[in-house]
């Protein structure tokens, strides 16, 4: 079972800056594994990337995602402040799903 | 639309049991496999279980193994986890999401609460 490791814990920036959020793999994954989520206070967690870098359906373009092998990155080209929330890599395996821990995006 | 609610959360004493429940409506439930996802207070998300479209392939988490059972029921849409000797440590707003690699539809959760 991999373990994904997500940095940094928080990231302090302002709307229009750009943010690179990274996800570490514990063994190498598949691509079509990896997935990224953003989860706002109180709200369930909403699918933004999977596949490693294919963007759901209604996600904006300032939303990327690249990596493969044991490191993952999403990227957010210009924040919105909508983007301000906590986002989550996850990993699924034959028998099981992971999280990471998650990093913060506050202004 | 495609939806997911949850229900049946509440509070339990250590080594309680509780059955919790999704409901799906707006596509066809019988096609897609259906996670449970915990979130403890102030903490991240933990994969809790799955279950595969026709029943045929169910996992657990580590933690859970043992003590919690997933099921469901195609012809009605819904989904169960039933919970035994739970632990202050379950306390967490659990979510149904649909997915197998990923998972693209969540409920709003519901509560459970353990404590004595």
């Known amino acids: 079972e991999s373990v994904l490791t997500q940095s940094p814990g928080t990231l302090s920036l302002s709307p229009g800056e750009g943010a690179t959020l990274s996800c570490r793999a514990s063994?190498?994954?598949?691509?079509?594994?990896i997935s990224w989520y953003q989860q706002k206070p109180g709200q369930a967690p909403r699918l933004l990337i999977y596949?490693?870098?294919t963007r759901a359906a209604g996600i904006p373009d300032r939303f990327s995602g690249s990596g493969s092998g044991t490191d993952f990155t999403l990227t957010i080209s210009r924040l919105e402040p909508e983007d301000f929330a906590v986002y989550y890599c996850?990993?699924?395996?034959?028998?099981?799903?992971?999280f990471g821990q998650g990093t913060k995006v506050e202004i | 639309e495609e939806r997911l609610v949850e229900s049946g959360g509440g509070l339990v004493k250590p080594g309680g049991s509780l059955r919790v429940f999704c409901e799906g409506s707006?596509?066809?439930?019988?096609?897609?496999?259906i996670n449970w996802v915990r979130q403890a207070p102030g903490k991240g998300l933990e994969w809790v279980a799955c279950?595969?479209?026709?029943?045929?392939?169910?996992d657990y988490a580590d933690s859970v193994k043992g003590r919690f059972t997933i099921a469901r029921d195609n012809a009605n849409y819904s989904l169960s986890l039933q919970m035994n000797s739970l632990r202050v440590e379950d306390t967490a707003v659990y979510y149904c999401?649909?997915?197998?690699?990923?998972?693209?539809?969540w409920g709003k959760g519901t509560t459970v609460t353990v404590s004595s």
């Open positions: 999401a649909r997915g197998e690699l990923n998972m693209d539809v």
């Open positions: 707006g596509f066809t439930f019988s096609s897609y496999s």
């Open positions: 279950v595969s479209s026709g029943s045929r392939d169910i």
């Open positions: 063994q190498s994954v598949r691509s079509t594994y």
């Open positions: 596949y490693t870098s």
């Open positions: 996850q990993h699924y395996d034959t028998s099981s799903r992971t």
